[in-house]
């Protein structure tokens, strides 16, 4: 059964998560905790019966609507097998509710497959080809009890 866990900087999840990261996009730090001052949520990490099956880290970086900060995905990744099985869904759902609960009103992401996003109600920002900037209004997210 799948289950979506905030990592909160300590999850034995972690480091393999970081590894796929890595492959894919590159060293880099993913799992940031401050970025300018701004404090960042701890990745969210998708498991199924225990198995991690993928993962999704945040940053801070520029609001490209404005000159403030804003909360980004910063990394969003599903294990190959686990693919079209929804858990990239649920961690997209998962990090909208944990990024309201956290008190912000937008959260942002830079993509390749904007299609994702866009059928869970995310808005396109601006986008090429390969470069999409979308972004989703938490505004109004409906807690969940």
Do not use: C
């Amino acid at each position: 059964m799948l289950s979506i866990l905030n990592s909160e900087f300590k999850s034995p999840h972690l480091n393999p998560l970081h590894d796929w990261f890595t492959e894919e996009w590159g060293e880099r730090s993913f799992y940031n905790r401050h970025h300018e001052g701004y404090a960042i949520l701890a990745p969210l990490i998708a498991l199924d019966d225990e198995i991690l099956v993928g993962g999704l880290a945040f940053s801070r970086f520029k609001n490209p609507e404005n000159d403030g900060m804003a909360l980004w995905i910063n990394a969003l990744l599903v294990a190959l097998e686990q693919r079209g099985k929804g858990v990239a869904s649920a961690l997209l759902t998962a990090a909208a509710q944990a990024a309201f609960e956290w008190g912000e009103t937008q959260l942002f992401a830079l993509t390749d497959v904007p299609q994702l996003y866009l059928k869970q109600k995310w808005s396109l920002v601006e986008g090429t080809k390969d470069q999409n900037i979308v972004r989703l209004d938490l505004n109004g997210l409906q807690p969940i009890r």
